[in-house]
């Protein structure tokens, strides 16, 4: 086989996968292309790197004592990432940018706060990053934008020689999942989708679980990110400016990797397995709708919207070792699930829910059950003696059950899950 064979390889394994299965799982399909798809399009106008082989070995950088790092979108989630930057030891943030100049001054302001130069500000419209790319000696560009822009932000990074790394979902179309693979191996620079939820307190548990063998061989998982949206969707500021109009022309799972990324660490996937096939399943689009109906005047602008994005998204996945996955996304309601059925008790189910809370514009109507549990985690092994309970910190509200006969409620009183 030839290098250039290997690469089509590659290449025509995920268009089967996308084509015939359903690319809709990922966020995008042909059927649906995004409203904002010219922010790619442009990025990957420029010509993109012949892709080669793939490397014989993964990419190790060498350890940097400082990193000198370029922030491009300080709004909500980018604000949050400045200030754990700015107590992470050997973080310098030199460049900011944003295509609201105050929000650059702002954040200028906190760093220079923090002890460190002002880094320099980048405002001149929405492809001024490029410029901060070519311009700026940095290690690694960070970006938290609009999904439209993580692609063209985390390619302009890798041509001008610096790491990257980008919020979730890092794409949503096969082509750009490849420029970014291309880049990447190109150019030799580090691009990370820092999906935080794999590195959850409770995610991180089970995984530590699942390596020690204490559910033996895991078969089946399901997860989940079950998060009412809606207030924050319809926002007038933050992701309300942006991320609606994705409702209006996609139809998917559109924000897959918090539900799946724990999931895929769990099931080995690109450590000896893979995910191979997929299918994926919109419920009809009602939610958004209805909302705009409730909060907003007859003839406003969002009541004349009409969304495509179904209310609830189921997708199946089987791996390449012929082990299953389930996982939804459900806009309307608010807990991140994970749950798998394990070979050793084959009829013992294993479920974890995380609730999360949101904070933007006032979405948080708890059920009694929900408000009970924002201010705790609860571990609870169900039919044996061990039960935890402890504070927790911030958005999480977590219960862990072992429940039997697969069903939600244990078998011996425990509450539901
Ligand atoms: N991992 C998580 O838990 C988590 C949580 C919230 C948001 N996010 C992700 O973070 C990203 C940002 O979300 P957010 O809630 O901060 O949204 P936001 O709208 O509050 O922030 C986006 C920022 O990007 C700026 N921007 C837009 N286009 C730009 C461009 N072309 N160049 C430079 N700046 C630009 C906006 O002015 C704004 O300041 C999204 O991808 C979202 O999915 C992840």
Redesign the pocket.
């Known amino acids: 086989m030839t290098a250039n064979s290997d690469d089509l390889d590659r290449r025509d394994a995920l268009k089967l996968i996308a084509g015939g299965l359903g690319l809709a799982a990922l966020g995008g399909t042909a059927a649906c292309a995004p409203a904002t798809s010219t ?1 790619s399009s442009s990025a990957l106008a420029q010509p993109r790197p012949s892709p080669g082989p793939a490397p014989e070995r993964f990419l190790a950088a060498p350890p940097m004592d400082t990193v000198r790092i370029g922030f ?7 604000t949050a990432h400045v200030h754990n930057l700015l107590r992470v030891e050997g973080c310098v943030i030199k460049a900011v ?4 100049p105050e ?1 650059v001054t702002k954040t200028q302001d906190l760093v220079e706060q923090a002890g460190f130069p002002r880094p320099t500000g980048y405002s001149r419209g ?4 490029v410029r901060m790319c070519e311009q700026e000696e940095l290690d690694l560009v960070f970006n ?4 439209e ?2 692609v063209p ?1 985390c390619l302009a990074a890798m041509r001008n020689g610096k790491h990257t790394a980008t ?3 890092a794409a949503y179309t096969v082509d750009d999942c490849w420029a970014l693979v291309e880049h990447a191996e190109r150019y030799g620079k580090h691009c990370v989708m ?4 794999n590195y959850g307190r409770m995610e991180m548990m089970v995984f530590n679980m699942v390596r020690q063998g204490v559910f033996g061989e895991i078969l089946h998982a399901e997860g989940g990110y079950l998060h009412d949206l809606r207030s924050v969707k319809f926002s007038p ?3 309300g ?2 991320r609606r109009a994705h409702a209006m022309k996609r139809n998917g799972n559109l ?1 897959p990797t ?1 539900g799946l990324g724990p999931v895929a660490n769990c099931m080995d996937v690109n450590r000896g397995d893979r995910f191979a096939t997929l299918v994926s399943m919109s419920s009809p689009s009602r939610g958004l709708e209805l909302y705009a109906r409730e909060h907003f005047a007859d003839g406003s602008p969002q009541r004349q919207e009409r969304y495509v994005l179904g209310d609830v998204n189921w997708s199946l996945i089987m791996t390449a070792n012929g082990r299953t996955i389930a996982w939804a996304t459900i806009p309307t309601c608010r807990a991140r699930t994970a749950e798998c059925t394990w070979s050793r008790a084959p009829a013992v189910c294993f479920r974890a829910t995380r609730t999360a809370s949101t904070s933007k514009g006032g979405a948080s109507r708890t059920t009694g059950s929900q408000r009970r549990h924002t201010s705790r985690s609860s571990i609870t092994r169900c039919g044996s003696k061990w039960k935890r309970r402890a504070g927790a910190p911030g958005m999480a509200a977590w219960t862990t059950s072992r429940t039997i006969g697969s069903s939600s409620a244990c078998a011996k009183g425990c509450p539901p899950t």
């Open positions: 922010a491009v979108g300080v709004g909500g989630q980018g940018d944003d295509i609201v929000k929405p492809t001024d990053f938290a934008t609009p999904w822009w993580h932000i919020e979730v979902p820092m999906e935080n939820c500021e933050g992701e400016l942006w924000y918090h």
